[in-house]
């Protein structure tokens, strides 16, 4: 892979963690739902591709890199409870 090639995946990930920082209204469970995976899975994937380089990092600091501030803050600003139907989907797709 090029150096070129990377920069691009770098430009990607950070719009695709701008574009989910402005759909705050997107639930985790509603991307787990529709897609298999939500900011959480992003959060450990940051933490797992920075090992495979060498380096710790610690799943909080992910979070907070992906939700653009600590989690408990986010989850106290935007998350709202999940829904009967969403939890039902949910536990189907698991």
């Known amino acids: 892979m090029s150096d070129r090639d990377t920069a691009i995946e ?6 695709l963690l701008a574009h989910l ?5 997107v639930q985790n469970i509603d991307l787990m739902n529709l897609a298999g995976f939500c900011r ?15 380096q710790s990092i610690d799943y909080e600091a992910a979070r907070e890199r992906v939700y653009g501030m600590p989690y408990s803050e986010w989850k106290t600003k935007y998350q709202k409870e999940a829904s009967a139907e969403q939890l039902a989907k949910f536990n189907q797709t698991q």
């Not at 770098?10 to 719009?15: E, I, K, L, P």
């Open 10 to 15: 770098a430009a990607v990930f950070r719009r």
């Open 21 to 25: 920082d402005e759909r705050k209204d």
């Open 40 to 54: 959480n899975c992003l959060s450990k994937w940051y933490v797992a591709a920075a090992e495979e380089e060498g």
